[in-house]
């Protein structure tokens, strides 16, 4: 097992390489994910159903990205591919400062979300190759290491919020690309991952196995969630509560906190497939009751809402601990070594689904309708939960049905 267990650091060189990079790559992330939606509604002043149908745009931009670019990482070393993908996340961020229109907002956010989908493919083989004997718990040990970076940069990203002007907001974007080009910058030593090819096969495996094409379906569902603490909630407070807004960078610090704290801790107890469905459902009905909370906050004093918020998020996030660990446990358990880039590249599109329909749904459902829509959301994740379990029974049993096909190493990239 990981020395992580024991120590605030990995032993490995390359594992603490890899996570000095994700935490620079996850300070830049804090900063957008915080005030990244207020950034183009207060200061380039889109309207908020065109910067939810631009993140739509986006988020289906980014689905194919993930797949091609993980068999990329899996074909020619996932080290060099990584890392082009967070050089292209730091130009196409940089890019928001001239997003001032509808059509250059777009094409900004359509890089830089098909440059994330990308890099968490690419980064796949290397959490693999390098994460010991449970690669899973290693990249939930990334994960709190995320959050840490998150959580400095929602101090940072609170700033501009509060001071509302447009410099403090462009200060803000170029932050975040600096953060994205520093993150490439530090993957230059770590040692390269030999890839290895397989014969004798499909050559795109991952789009075959519609066992995991269905639980990546349900996954993708399951992660709109994260939109909840990052839109719904910034865009709730603000339009529907008394709240102060400062509870906004309150709210992502919270979270944060909790996932650093308890990330690795959830993901020991995550431990097979079996483990991860059951993960799954519990999850499932925390994000309800996390939305009917959340729902309820609306028409009271500033106080109460402030209460019921922090309450809300602390039970999403044990939410977002199960989904997180069931996660990392599937996605890895049911992909093949030698396709493991292209595996979590299809396991992405479910993240890329909650790009594409997440911020409309949530604005449609949550902002505009209002409190019966928080209802509907909760139901959604509920039901999203008791449906996975069966599906990975299936998965397992279409696992252990497939031929072992033999690995052949070719040179590393």
Partial sequence: MLGMRSHVLPDTGPQRVIAASNLVHALGSGLYLTAGVLYFTQAARLPAAEVGLGLGIAGAFSLAAGI??????????????YAATLAVQALATAAFVLADRFWPFVLAVCAATGA???????????????????????????????????????????????????????LLVVGNAAAFAAAAAVLVVLPPVRPELVGGGPRWTALRDRPYLALTALDGVMAIQFRVLTIAIPLWLVAATAAPHWLISGTMLLNTAIVIACQVRASRHVDSPAAGALAYRRSGVAFLLACVLISLTAGIPAWGAAVLLLAAVVVHTVGELWHSAAGFEISFA???????GQYLGVF????????????ALLISLCITWGRPGWYVVGALFALTGLATPPAVRWAQRHRHAQPRSRGVPVAAG
Avoid at 144 to 156: M, P
Wanted: no cysteine; charged share 15%; proline share 5%.
């Fill in 116 to 170: 994330k989908a990308a890099g968490a493919a690419a980064r796949s083989p290397l959490i693999r190759h390098y994460g010991g004997d449970r690669p899973q718990e290693f990249r939930a040990y990334l994960r709190a290491v995320t959050n840490i970076g998150v959580s400095l940069g929602a101090v940072l990203a609170g700033w501009a919020v509060q001071v509302g002007t447009h410099s403090a907001y462009d």
């Fill in 68 to 81: 091609a670019v993980g068999h990329l990482a899996d074909r020619i070393g996932a080290r060099g591919v």
């Fill in 348 to 359: 992405g599109l479910g993240s890329g689904l909650a790009e594409a329909v997440g911020p």
């Fill in 334 to 340: 049911l992909a093949p070594a030698h396709a493991t």
